[in-house]
């Protein structure tokens, strides 16, 4: 069994709620970039928790479809190569 980080899921959970069709994310990690920026953008800032209602409503009403789905979002996420800011030490806040 792999670990996915909480950062992958929710990336994916974002190109889950996009509607975007697998053929059109799959093996095409620009699209896939794309899809994610938009949903994100449309989502606005409380973005992840709007994401992943959207994700459950989703799984409620195609349960026979939802996982499959949700694969391969995993899948094209984890091949986009996103690029993810983390602030070096120096820029961390001294307590």
């Not at 899809?35 to 800032?45: I, Q």
């Amino acid at each position: 069994m792999r670990s996915t980080s909480r950062v992958t899921t929710t990336l994916a959970q974002f190109l889950f709620v996009s509607q975007a069709p697998q053929s059109e994310f799959a093996e095409n990690p620009a699209r896939t970039r794309e899809l994610v920026h938009k949903t994100a953008d449309r989502l606005g800032p409380n973005g992840a928790a709007a994401a992943v209602a959207e994700w459950a409503a989703e799984y409620g009403r195609h349960p026979e479809t939802a996982a499959a789905h949700m694969r391969a979002c995993l899948l094209a996420v984890e091949s986009a190569d996103f690029q993810t800011f983390v602030p070096n030490q120096s820029a961390a806040v001294a307590r």
